[in-house]
């Protein structure tokens, strides 16, 4: 059985920053890219940042390009998303997922791709 479970996430003041962790099981988590997903009240899923199976490519989003790292360590099963200077609009459940379609050699920001979720996290940047 696939589980999926971020966490991490809380609240902060703009400016300030949080990581978030995902860790997989049930697995081979170093076949999988990985990614990060956004939403927050109102709005569509968003696609924020995703990793392929060896981290050699990587994408972000415009909204967090400079601000947001994703990392992953595959010894650990884990993935990582550190946010720097979080604004309110970064405000959102953020979702993390794995995604085997690529093969794990590409990743995408469309959410379609991917076949498992996690439950979520809350992040809630005030102002």
């Known amino acids: 059985q696939v589980q999926v479970v971020e966490s991490g996430g809380g609240l902060v003041q703009a400016g300030g920053s949080l990581r978030l962790s995902c860790t997989a099981s049930?697995?081979?988590?170093?076949?999988?890219?990985m990614g990060w997903f956004r939403q927050a009240p109102g709005k569509e899923r968003e696609g924020v940042s995703c990793?392929?199976?060896?981290?050699?490519?990587?994408y972000y989003a415009d909204s967090v390009k400079g601000r947001f790292t994703i990392s992953r360590d595959n010894a650990k099963n884990t993935l990582y998303l550190q946010m720097n200077t979080l604004k309110p609009e970064d405000t959102a459940i953020y979702y993390c997922?794995?995604?085997?379609?690529?093969?794990?050699?590409?990743?995408?920001?469309?959410?379609?791709?991917?076949?498992?979720w996690g439950q979520g996290t809350q992040v809630t940047v005030s102002s």
């Open positions: 997922a794995a995604d085997l379609t690529g093969s794990g050699v590409v990743c995408s920001e469309e959410a379609k791709w991917y076949q498992f």
């Open positions: 049930g697995l081979i988590f170093d076949d999988y890219a």
């Open positions: 990793i392929s199976m060896n981290s050699i490519r990587t």
